[in-house]
């Protein structure tokens, strides 16, 4: 099926043909409940129909123009999104294509302004064991996880990994002589759903202030609504019980509900670091992705939808949490992982197989992060029956 593309993913045995709110269909017409979400990307489900009109009647005004110009839908969009993330102090936005990419900004972004105020020498960027930050060169080299940075060497210098919630080695690790940023997820996704501690956070607010050392969040995975607030941080207080102001955030995956689309969001410090031709993207902000992304943004910071997510997640948490096959329950809002005593990646597969025409039964996605954890990323607009249904499937098969 597939040995035509370069052997990267380990695939599941299932073509998709179409897809309807939570719920995809393959080739053969067998039905699939997604508690996968495209990995945090599908935020309204499949086929959400605000999404796909606004999507079609951006296709048909055009495509494309370059950044030379400005769209009106991508004005739009890019207004939109700096207005939500205002509260926690973002003042401009870069649009790119990916998390990856919005990573890369981040750190350029990061890097100059530095550079601009204390000269060389001083472009350490700081991240945690487990994070993740993508696959280029680069934001592999933020990424601390030993086993994807295996024959890919050598990386970009100036990257340095500490463990999370860890104080003391963080402390040591903001050397203000040598060190630009520290980027964290407040939710480890990839590494199967690692809430940071709070203490943590807030020291680590509290040490980039004082050395004027940029505090990134790469929110790709968590943002976007994922954890019951537009960005997961808004979850997290100072020392002072104050919200926590970063000064530069990255979000991709959710942005666009299933079209690609990054941003780079950067607050007072580092919001007119860049200069003309110091950076760029082709198709950065491309106005189909923007129509897409808008329809997300005003659907998503609503209060009473992302209440919704809140109250949907709880009833993951409780259910899972009843189960005594399942040994600890993590993350916020409809980002759950969860630990279980067989192996995940058998699990994935029996839910799949599943899917029956004949006995009219279906499958459920699911994505494994870790050998025995379980990683659920719904759509938004899940349904509470749906939920249910899913969760049958879970108890059954673990
Ligand atoms: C997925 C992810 C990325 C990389 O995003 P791509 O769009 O795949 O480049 C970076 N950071 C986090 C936290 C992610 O979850």
Redesign the pocket.
């Known amino acids: 099926m597939d040995n035509i593309f370069m052997n990267t993913y380990h695939r599941l045995p299932v073509i998709f043909a179409r897809g309807d709110g939570s719920w995809l269909f393959d080739i053969n017409g067998k039905k699939y409940l997604d508690f996968s979400g495209g ?1 945090a990307v599908n935020v309204l489900g499949h086929n959400y129909p605000p999404l796909v009109r606004a999507v079609c009647e951006q296709a048909g005004n055009f495509f494309h123009v370059c950044n030379y110009y400005q769209s009106d839908t991508s004005q739009a969009f890019a207004e939109k999104l700096v207005e939500t993330c205002a509260p926690v102090g973002m003042k401009k936005v870069f649009l790119g294509n ?4 919005a ?1 890369e900004g981040a750190c350029k972004l990061a890097r100059k302004y530095s550079l601009l105020k204390y000269g060389k020498g001083r472009h350490t960027i700081v991240t945690l064991k487990g994070s ?4 280029t060169i680069t ?1 592999l080299a933020a990424t601390g996880q030993d086993k994807l940075h295996k024959d890919f060497g050598p990386f970009t210098e100036g990257f340095v990994h500490i463990a999370g919630g860890n104080i003391e080695e963080l402390d040591k690790a903001l050397d203000a002589k040598t060190t630009a940023g520290l980027l964290i ?1 407040v939710i480890q ?2 590494s199967g759903i690692v809430p940071q501690d709070e203490k943590f956070i807030a020291s680590a607010a509290k040490l980039c202030a004082e050395r004027d050392i940029l505090l990134m969040f ?1 929110e ?2 968590c943002g976007v609504g994922r954890t019951g607030t537009f960005l997961a941080l808004e979850q997290y207080k100072d020392e002072s019980g104050n919200p926590i102001k970063p000064d530069i955030v990255t979000l ?2 959710g942005l666009g509900g299933g079209i690609p689309i ?1 941003a780079v969001l950067a607050g007072e410090k580092t919001c007119d670091v860049f200069s003309t031709g110091d950076h760029g993207s082709t198709f950065g902000g491309n106005p189909v992705a923007a129509a897409a992304g808008l329809v997300v943004l005003k659907t998503v910071s609503d209060p009473d939808f992302l209440a919704e997510i809140s109250r949907k997640g709880e009833i993951f948490q409780a259910a899972l949490k009843q189960n005594n096959k399942v040994k600890e329950v993590r993350g916020k809002g409809l980002m759950i992982g969860f630990d279980i005593e067989k192996e995940s990646r058998p699990v994935l597969e029996a839910a799949i197989a599943r899917a029956d025409l004949k006995n009219d039964t279906y499958g459920l996605l699911m994505l494994s992060a870790g050998e025995k954890t379980l990683r659920l990323l719904p759509p938004y607009t899940i349904l509470d029956t749906e939920i249910e249904q899913g969760l049958r499937i879970i108890s059954e098969l673990i």
């Open positions: 990995i990916s998390g990856a990419e990573n993740f930050h993508g696959r934001t997820e996704g990839e790469d790709i995975q991709a995956k990054g």
